[in-house]
């Protein structure tokens, strides 16, 4: 180990208490965007990284976004004369927290235990945002006369409802954006101990439908047995989505390339919660299931609650059903393919409309070269010589697309704060403090050491 890596990693060591009492502070805000991009709380979360990358030692720092977005932060150091460009990314927006009950503490009161802190946002992504900054603070006390390479962040308020003015923003500012490397820090670790690049990712395409069966509502006493209600049609609809054995069934989707690597289906049973005495559905490995097979699911139902409802045939039903895509799918033929299918299961001769919701494209990427080549090295250092592995995630961020449609010669990395148990929009969210300070180590290495 040289002195300058034992320089960096004490300095990390040294500023994680601050890193951590920031990371605190973010997560307090509770910036869900779901309540829309002008959300006061987006608003305050969006200042409060402004005001951190502006202390971090970025000179120019700006607010931005695009027609009806939310707000993203945008911070910049110029490159010096032949030294590439590094664009940092992470986002401030949060899920919601959901049921209150399933928390062990309060989701904006963040709360350590076994050495996680625990809290919406705390890993998805503020230990993102705060990586990027603690490895920044670092860097400006290791290099007191300017950095090696030039330093784009990009933190954006918007990931959590599928980015829907990201292409819009990218266009808008894509000289203030290009880079040689873009850093993603919005996934996950293979496990604690092993940090993984993320080289495959499905998209997401969701389609609305609709079930109609009668002008109004008719009396069930009456007209049941002799007519059906749009509801039952509808549940017969949405059965025809799968096999016997949980497979899609969707004709014409794609299947990515079967994973070198496996998934513990006992260890993902237990991080899902799953009831005992329940399938796993599908063929396949876990890990060909999850990463590179389509999944569809159903989102929502528009029905009566039990506690309201009449006696009476409904004439009206809609569902809203999401299709996670493999990588190599067109996500407009994916969604076609969906609403035909369930067009072609419409039983009875129910009326059946079909009307497309979101669309994001599935993503499969290697890194490779000189770039990728020190980024490996910096993260098996930062993780004591544990090379990292390269492993699909079954989630969706499809910005990647477009940033590497953008930017074609930039190399991307896709990492992050995450690990098996950190419960990414679940309950009881939670970061590994151990993970956040290995990340913010390796983006300091990573950055210090890109200029060759």
């Not at 880079?179 to 820090?185: K, P």
């Not at 014409?252 to 994973?259: F, N």
């Not at 097979?293 to 409802?309: G, H, Q, S």
Request: proline share 8%; glycine share 8%.
């Amino acid at each position: 180990m040289t002195d300058a890596t034992q320089g960096l990693r004490a300095a990390v060591a040294a500023a994680m208490p601050a890193i951590r009492t920031d990371l605190e502070d973010l997560v307090r805000i509770p910036s869900v965007s779901r309540e829309g991009p002008s959300s006061p709380d987006v608003v305050r979360s969006a200042e409060a990284v402004a005001a951190l990358l502006a202390d971090a030692g970025l000179p120019d720092v700006r607010v931005l976004d695009a027609e009806d977005g939310a707000p993203a932060v945008v911070a910049r150091i110029p490159a010096p004369p032949g030294a590439p460009t590094v664009m940092l990314y992470a986002h401030h927006d949060v899920q919601p927290a959901g049921a209150l009950a399933d928390w062990h503490s309060d989701p904006f009161e963040p709360t350590e235990r076994d050495g996680r802190l625990y809290g919406r946002g705390a890993a998805d992504d503020k230990a993102g945002l705060m990586a990027h900054v603690g490895a920044l603070r670092v860097l400006q006390q290791a290099y007191p006369d300017g950095l090696p390479v030039g330093v784009t962040v990009f933190v954006e308020g918007e990931e959590e409802v599928g980015s829907p003015t990201f292409a819009t923003f990218l266009a808008e500012h894509a000289e203030l954006l290009a880079a040689d490397v873009v850093v993603i820090a919005d996934s996950s670790n293979w496990e604690v101990d092993v940090p993984a690049f993320t080289t495959s990712l499905r998209g997401l395409v969701e389609v609305f439908v609709e079930v109609r069966t009668h002008a109004s509502e008719q009396h069930s006493g009456v007209f049941g047995g002799l007519f059906p209600d749009a509801l039952t049609a509808l549940c017969r609809l949405l059965a025809g989505l799968h096999d016997e054995a949980g497979n899609v069934a969707v004709p014409g989707l794609v299947h990515g390339p079967v994973p070198t690597v496996d998934l513990d289906e006992a260890a993902l049973r237990a991080e899902a919660g799953v009831l005992e005495g329940v399938a796993s559905i599908g063929s396949g490995s876990a890990a060909d299931r999850i990463w590179s097979r389509p999944a569809v699911t159903v989102l929502a139902i528009d029905a009566p609650r039990t506690e309201a409802a009449a006696n009476v045939l409904l004439p009206v039903a809609r569902a809203k059903v999401s299709l996670r895509i493999a990588p190599g799918q067109d996500p407009a033929a994916a969604q076609q393919a969906l609403a035909d299918h369930l067009a072609a299961c419409a039983p009875w001769g129910v009326s059946v409309t079909t009307t497309p919701g979101s669309a994001g494209r599935a993503t499969a990427l290697v890194p490779t070269g000189p770039h990728a080549e020190v980024a490996r090295a910096a993260f098996a250092e930062a993780w004591d010589g544990v090379e990292p592995v390269h492993m699909g995630i079954g989630g969706s961020i499809p910005f990647i697309a477009d940033i590497a449609e953008r930017f074609p010669e930039a190399t991307i990395l896709v990492v992050g704060p995450g690990d098996p148990a950190a419960s990414w929009h679940g309950p009881n969210e939670s970061v590994d403090l151990e993970v956040l300070r290995r990340l913010t180590l390796a983006e300091a290495l990573l950055l210090a050491r890109l200029a060759g």
